[in-house]
């Protein structure tokens, strides 16, 4: 178990047990209060009722009318009459002479010096006297009375036996409410620590390189902060997972990217030393694998930033009839040397980076003029709906394999459907880098085979206006 379990466990432990000991303890002085005077008195509201009558009877008749009153109501005990009303003066001596025991006259004489506080005790003052009126606890007709005179029938209401006092604190209650909130603590603290402890073990493990680790599994049906939190981690160890193995296959493409051009710098330069006189065709050479390896760089730094947020401003409005203009004047140039053409119509504006968008849509441009058989057209139009504009690029190339369709945007990637022929100037990170433009613009791309043939790239972006 580790130190947060304890803690929990403690914390809820004492404050359960401190709330068990104080609720004993209040009841325990509670009851001790209570047994300090003796159940001598029925606080019933029907005997508060006959106490009151009979006081009211012994202020406005005298001691004859309440005399009467006591003596018709013993008469009647026991034959659905009412509970019979005794009254003792300062002298303990009761009006109708019945017996009370020693335990019971204290016990009034405590009530009295308390007036008010005890329901079924009245206090008359008539003829000089001063009496006590109020109805005994009720006992069972077949149970003996202790205060009948001997020989004697005694009254059918006396008080009832002195309950024993308490000897202590009620220990077993208090053990018992212990150990219930010992168990509450325990399968409390054992609720919060055990997903703790699952997590912790997943960021070791993900220290360790460990990615793989899920923590959604280990959480079962929990639907709370922490779930949240170990959900939460499941998409941060994807994500970073998806990072590296994006970095790995990134460093390997790069290293065989490079591999290439370096060697044919070597053997150029090898060339030179070897056969002096053609120079100016191998300088050529390594000019032009020089050119490549910068392109190649450029075009990483470019995706790196990109993957890495660093899109820069992406809130200037952007005329994309301008910005296709000039895409497609730089396309003609290559389409013409392969019998192409390049069209477009329509235009939109869309708030973003106008130099990536440029970039964006001039690669995807690029690769349609460059997979376009002669004599083919390149079309690109431009259109508006549901708050989106539509930028489609359509050539008439021999397309892409189904399977390969989301995999040319990842970098570095070159379809086995048809390659042209100037296949090794590029890199495969045309598209890679179009794909990211587009998302930091919140916008997406995609690429479907044209049932005519050919391949149709489809962007995707916010109105300006949206």
């Not at 432990?13 to 325990?28: D, P, R, Y």
Request: one cysteine or more; hydrophobic letters at 45%; charged letters at 25%.
């Amino acid at each position: 178990m580790g130190r947060l379990f304890w803690k929990f466990f403690a914390f809820f432990w004492l404050a359960q047990l401190t709330s068990v000991v104080g609720a004993g303890v209040t009841f325990w002085l509670r009851n001790e209060m209570q047994q300090r005077v003796p159940d001598a008195v029925d606080a019933s509201p029907p005997a508060a009722f006959h106490s009151a009558a009979a006081a009211a009877t012994l202020r406005h008749g005298g001691i004859d009318a309440l005399r009467d009153l006591l003596e018709e109501t013993s008469s009647k005990e026991g034959r659905n009459g009412g509970p019979p009303v005794y009254a003792i003066d300062e002298t303990a001596h009761e009006l109708l002479g019945r017996a009370l025991s020693p335990e019971v006259i204290a016990a009034l004489d405590t009530l009295a010096a308390e007036p008010g506080k005890h329901s079924g005790v009245e206090s008359v003052a008539a003829a000089g006297h001063r009496y006590l009126l109020f109805v005994p606890p009720h006992r069972r007709p077949d149970a003996p009375h202790a205060d009948a005179p001997a020989g004697g029938p005694g009254p059918q209401f006396a008080t009832q036996p002195r309950p024993p006092r308490g000897g202590g604190l009620p220990l077993m209650p208090l053990a018992a409410g212990a150990l219930v909130s010992l168990a509450f603590a325990a399968l409390l603290a054992w609720y919060v620590a055990r997903p703790i402890r699952n997590l912790r073990a997943a960021f070791e493990a993900a220290a360790d390189g460990r990615l793989e680790q899920r923590l959604a599994p280990a959480m079962g049906r929990r639907r709370d902060e922490l779930s949240d939190l170990g959900r939460d981690f499941d998409r941060m160890t994807a994500r970073l997972k998806s990072l590296m193995d994006s970095q790995r296959r990134l460093l390997h493409d790069v290293s065989h990217e490079l591999r290439s051009p370096l060697a044919r710098l070597q053997a150029a330069i090898g060339l030179v030393r070897q056969q002096p006189e053609r120079i100016e065709d191998f300088v050529a050479r390594i000019e032009r694998e020089s050119g490549r390896m910068d392109t190649l760089v450029s075009e990483l730094l470019t995706l790196s930033r990109l993957e890495a947020g660093m899109a820069g401003k992406l809130d200037e409005p952007v005329d994309l009839g301008e910005l296709l203009a000039d895409v497609v004047d730089d396309a003609r140039f290559e389409a013409a040397a392969r019998d192409c053409q390049v069209e477009f119509c329509g235009s939109a504006s869309v708030q973003g980076n106008a130099e990536l968008l440029h970039r964006a849509i001039e690669n995807i441009v690029r690769n349609a003029v460059k997979h376009a058989p002669p004599g083919s057209r390149v079309d690109i139009d431009v259109a508006q709906a549901d708050g989106q504009v539509i930028i489609r690029v359509v050539d008439a190339g021999p397309g892409v394999d189904e399977a390969d369709l989301q995999s040319i945007f990842a970098p570095f990637f070159r379809g086995s459907a048809a390659k042209p022929k100037n296949s090794q100037d590029g890199h495969g990170l045309g598209l890679a880098i179009s794909q990211r433009v587009v998302e930091a613009h919140r916008g997406t791309i995609a690429a479907a085979n044209r049932p005519t043939g050919g391949l149709c790239v489809t962007v995707s972006l916010p109105n300006a206006t949206a």
